[in-house]
């Protein structure tokens, strides 16, 4: 057992969610036959979770992986009298299998090479080329396994059969498992800088792909699964740029912003929709600057450094674009007020933020930001492009009317759950 720095923001994060979501579960649950159960592995999930971030030898590790991984396989098949669950619970376990398997190889590799089942001496113990190379890979692929990232998001798309709790635990704490492992083994993937391109093209792929996705939905749930896959998409991407505090930041706010959502999700249908006006050039220019404003702040916090072409600075761009947006949305409805708003707003995002990874640091110092080049600036190009698209649509050229239509469709399609795990029925559903 090893109880690190990570591990102390991991046990508390996870008991904190733990016990919100089992308070709400035992009320929340009242006259379902199945409540005890489901209290019961919620609360041996717990305790599988805390042991996952405690444990330092390897093997032991993979076992509570995998024992953690199946009792979420359990908690979606609530019901085990519908037979789309049955097919939810099924996906789920051949992905966590598929994850540890992934997980399991790269184990019997580091340990013939090292000699050491200890976590911490295999990362820190320099190893052939190769066997870096094939460790990281597989550990890499358990990441995506276990956070859904494209190619391995079907069992995502497929786990709304479960309860609410289920998943409001599941994007809470499970879905962060991915994020968690890159993380532990951080030293290990730096090592090869192939391993770091292949996070951040996987994590850049899997963010846009569920923004569109996230964007076309029209049930609650539905629409805050895909929000976990851009999120969890863009967490891939900074672990990439080597930038693991902050990922760990990310990680945090993810699940507790998540969890909450989950558990007020039945209330979304009470509260009014409004349907902001699109913005114009003076609005957006206001936003822009509040949201240079905000990006100040936040380097100010984490960095005494002067801003250079590292990952930090592709981090600064992706904090000055979400920063804007929160301002234009603020902004919608133009006025002084609403200007003051948007600034209070974007300071205190940009600061929470910002002293959440300076906290972190304290905590997980270990940090590899990478430097630029023509890859990277791609990326961030076509973050802003799409940005800016979205933002000025309305001014763009019309779209031929048979492109839309097919671009739509396409991710109307790639988005859907597999169809065993659809009920079209009310009949076939049985208490």
């Known amino acids: 057992m090893r109880c690190d720095g990570l591990s102390k923001i991991m046990v508390a994060l996870i008991i904190f969610v733990s016990l919100n979501v089992l308070m709400f579960t035992n009320t929340y649950l009242v006259g379902d036959r199945r409540r005890k159960s489901v209290l019961f592995h919620l609360s041996l999930l717990t305790c599988t979770l805390v042991a996952v971030t405690l444990v330092d030898n390897i093997f032991t590790f993979v076992g509570f992986w995998l024992t953690s991984n199946l009792i979420l396989a359990r908690l979606i098949l609530h019901n085990k009298a519908w037979a789309a669950t049955k097919a939810s619970g099924r996906i789920a376990q051949k992905n966590f299998i598929l994850g540890a398997l992934f997980f399991l190889c790269a184990s019997i590799l580091l340990f013939n090479q090292t000699g050491t089942t200890s976590i911490q001496e295999i990362i820190h113990t320099p190893l052939q080329n190769k066997i870096t190379l094939i460790s990281a890979l597989l550990i890499t692929l358990t990441a995506f396994t276990q956070s859904g990232l494209i190619p391995f998001d079907g069992w995502l798309k497929s786990s709304l059969n479960s309860p609410t709790v289920v998943s409001a635990f599941m994007h809470a704490g499970i879905i962060n498992g991915g994020g968690f492992l890159l993380v532990r083994f951080a030293p290990l993937i730096t090592q090869e800088k192939s391993i770091l391109y292949f996070l951040v093209i996987g994590g850049t792929i899997t963010a846009i792909a569920g923004t569109f996705w996230k964007l076309i939905q029209?049930?609650?749930?539905?629409?805050?699964?895909?929000?976990?896959?851009?999120?969890?998409?863009?967490?891939?991407?900074?672990?990439?740029?080597g930038l693991f505090p902050v990922a760990v930041a990310h990680l945090v706010w993810h699940g507790l912003f998540k969890a909450h959502l989950f558990l007020i999700s039945s209330t979304i249908s009470k509260q009014k929709r409004v349907l902001l006006?699109?913005?114009?050039?003076?609005?957006f220019f206001i936003a822009t600057t509040l949201g240079l404003i905000g990006t100040t702040f936040y380097w100010e916090i984490v960095s005494e450094e002067a801003l250079s072409a590292n990952s930090h600075l592709f981090m600064c761009v992706c904090v000055f674009v979400f920063l804007s947006q929160t301002a234009l949305t603020s902004l919608a409805f133009f006025s002084f007020r609403a200007v003051v708003k948007a600034l209070g707003l974007v300071i205190l995002f940009a600061t929470s933020y910002g002293y959440t990874v300076d906290f972190i640091e304290h905590f997980?110092?270990?940090s590899s930001p990478q430097p630029l080049n023509i890859f990277h600036y791609f990326i961030l190009?076509?973050?802003?492009?799409?940005?800016?698209?979205?933002?000025?649509?309305?001014?763009?050229?019309k779209i031929n009317r048979n492109l839309w239509p097919r671009i739509y469709m396409f991710f109307l399609n790639s988005g859907q759950p597999k169809p065993e795990t659809i009920t079209s029925q009310h009949q076939d559903y049985h208490c």
């Open 218 to 241: 029209s049930d609650v749930k539905r629409m805050l699964v895909f929000s976990t896959v851009v999120q969890m998409g863009f967490m891939v991407v900074e672990c990439g740029l």
């Open 277 to 283: 006006p699109s913005p114009d050039i003076r609005q």
């Open 381 to 397: 190009t076509v973050f802003i492009a799409l940005w800016l698209g979205k933002t000025f649509s309305h001014l763009l050229p």
């Open 364 to 366: 997980v110092s270990f």
